[in-house]
């Protein structure tokens, strides 16, 4: 993550479930009541040709932990609804022993969010890596009463309140994921001529096609076919399909989203379908379904999936591999989404998964990536909210100011209350255009909006005389709360859009992360929170505020409450691309 995100979110991602107890301000010992762990020692029978763990036997184990956990909240039976994307890390060798650890972090009405860690430990050197994280998606079965309504989760620990915050980010993405998928493949970028390679390997042959009959062994506590189960076949199906592209043992790196679309039962015939859709430089994707009849029934789709293989030399790294020529019929078709997936999974590591050093602060917007982005925006938001540490450093007319300081970087939070409705404070502060009304530092433009999403380009007057004014491009997002323990969100990052490239008159500045937490204490009274993740272009103008030289920041804040409290019932009205 090309912001706050990149040490905090990927940090408490990968160790949120390696503690399992904490020692709260009360002295008190706390376990997360939904954790489950299992541990498992890889046998020679879990194991693939190269003496290393299947991943159909890893994942069987990783639901099989989640769905212990899911059911330990909800108190009764649950399913497998989804898993998002998985990336594994490293594999898994015999005679190591793998820690798999799985805890609730949100509920919905009837659906659940697990958090899953998957970690390896060599049992002679003592040694302990991350494996792999992923989110599972639960939902309680109904009972005779009908219904289940799940009980909320209750975060105990800074950790707990970070995952339960960013539960309901996810949530949004995995909503709108096929919908991104769609704009993509009909956006112009998407629309790729498939290449033709001298020896290019015919998508037929890659074609795998198996059957395996649902026997009680394969069945869950609740006699209908174990989520686990089924992906462990699909893996299988999908990992013959590569092999006969590449004529060697293929190593699985990604899995895109698994989505259960209907149920699976015992006497299922259980049918597996794959193929390679595309062969990149040193990756391939292959397709990948599940489909179950009974006796003359018609099939029924049960599960789809893409995964992403690579094939490793002697030395571990990524062999060249053959090209894939499209078959006939739905070859162009499939050809062209695995090219738009690659570049998805591309956005995504670029956004989510990168080291703040190793690219620019802000990064380009397009449609590809602004679901990642807009997550990335949201989450960090929600991170730094989050923090336990706030240092108050002056209060002045109802308006405090805090300060946090961690790994010499300077976050800032404005804190002051508004005698106006939560939702109206939420229109009238995420309505850029009029900021202008109340901070004498931001000019805006409008430039590319959705109904959750715009881009604004802010200039500010210089802070020195003689010198330039900054301006900034900055992607606003907006967020309202997903049930009463939630606020409103307006988060603010900087991205970079083409069509604006930076100019003479300006410096080009970066926000890497701010905007406003909106919290409802009644129904008149409002406590709103600004935050900013101090960066060069931004501490010329908060410097002197936290350093007691001035108070310029209380008398923005105070013109703030007297806009929002003038405005109380006003109509904001959208800019005819916000509509």
């Not at 706050?4 to 010992?29: H, K, T, Y």
């Not at 194991?47 to 108190?75: F, I, P, Y």
């Not at 003689?466 to 969100?489: H, M, T, V």
């Amino acid at each position: 993550m090309c912001s706050l995100q990149s040490a905090s979110l990927s940090s408490f991602l990968s160790n949120s479930l390696r503690d399992p107890l904490f020692i709260l301000e009360s002295g008190e010992v706390y376990r997360n009541p939904t954790e489950v762990k299992m541990s498992q020692i890889v046998m020679p029978c879990h194991a693939n040709h190269c003496g290393e763990l299947s991943v159909g036997q890893l994942l069987k184990w990783m639901d099989s932990t989640a769905c212990l956990s899911a059911e330990r909240h909800a108190g009764s039976p649950c399913i497998t609804a989804s898993v998002d994307d998985i990336h594994f890390e490293h594999t898994i060798g015999v005679g190591q022993v793998v820690n798999i650890k799985a805890k609730v972090n949100r509920a919905f009405t009837s659906s659940m969010e697990v958090g899953i860690t998957v970690s390896c430990e060599d049992l002679f050197s003592s040694c302990q890596w991350n494996v792999c994280n992923a989110f599972a998606t639960f939902v309680a079965r109904r009972t005779e009463e009908g219904k289940v309504q799940l009980k909320q989760v209750i975060p105990r620990t800074q950790t707990e309140q970070m995952e339960y915050s960013i539960a309901a980010e996810r949530r949004r993405m995995r909503l709108t994921h096929a919908e991104i998928i769609t704009d993509l493949l009909s956006s112009n970028t998407a629309q790729l001529e498939c290449q033709e390679y001298q020896g290019a390997v015919s998508a037929e042959r890659t074609r795998v096609e198996s059957v395996e009959l649902v026997l009680p062994p394969h069945a869950n506590h609740q006699v209908s076919t174990f989520g686990g189960q089924i992906m462990a076949w699909m893996e299988n199906v999908a990992t013959i399909a590569a092999s006969r592209l590449c004529n060697a043992h293929p190593t699985l790196r990604t899995i895109d989203m698994f989505h259960f679309r209907g149920p699976s039962h015992i006497g299922d015939r259980l049918v597996l379908k794959a193929i390679v859709n595309n062969a990149f430089k040193h990756s391939m994707e292959v397709g990948v379904c599940a489909e179950a009849y009974q006796g003359a029934g018609a099939l029924r789709h049960i599960n789809s999936a893409f995964m992403t293989f690579e094939v490793l030399d002697k030395d571990r790294k990524p062999r060249t591999l053959p090209r894939i020529r499209p078959e006939p019929v739905d070859g162009k078709r499939r050809y062209q989404e695995a090219v738009a997936r690659k570049k998805i999974r591309l956005d995504r590591k670029y956004i989510i998964s990168c080291k703040q050093t190793e690219v620019p602060l802000s990064v380009p917007w397009d449609i590809s990536n602004q679901m990642y982005l807009s997550y990335n925006n949201v989450s960090a938001l929600k991170i730094m909210a989050a923090r336990s540490n706030w240092m108050l450093s002056s209060e002045k007319n109802k308006v405090s100011l805090y300060t946090l300081e961690e790994n010499q970087i300077l976050c800032f939070k404005v804190e002051t209350h508004v005698t106006v409705p939560a939702e109206q404070a939420f229109h009238l502060l995420s309505d850029l255009r009029r900021r202008h009304e109340w901070d004498r530092h931001y000019q805006t433009q409008p430039q590319v909006a959705d109904e959750d999403d715009t881009i604004y380009r802010v200039a500010t007057p210089c802070v020195s005389k003689g010198g330039k004014g900054q301006d900034f491009i900055l992607l606003a997002s907006r967020r309202k709360p997903c049930d009463s323990r939630d606020p409103y969100l307006i988060a603010l990052r900087s991205v970079t859009l083409p069509t604006h490239p930076a100019t003479e008159d300006y410096t080009r500045g970066e926000v890497l992360c701010a905007g406003f937490s909106i919290w409802e204490e009644s129904n008149a009274v409002t406590k709103i929170s600004y935050y900013n993740r101090a960066t060069p272009g931004v501490l010329p103008y908060i410097s002197n505020d936290i350093a007691g030289l001035s108070s310029s920041f209380y008398s923005t804040f105070h013109s703030c409450n007297k806009y929002l409290e003038e405005n109380r019932d006003s109509q904001t009205v959208l800019p005819p691309s916000d509509r």
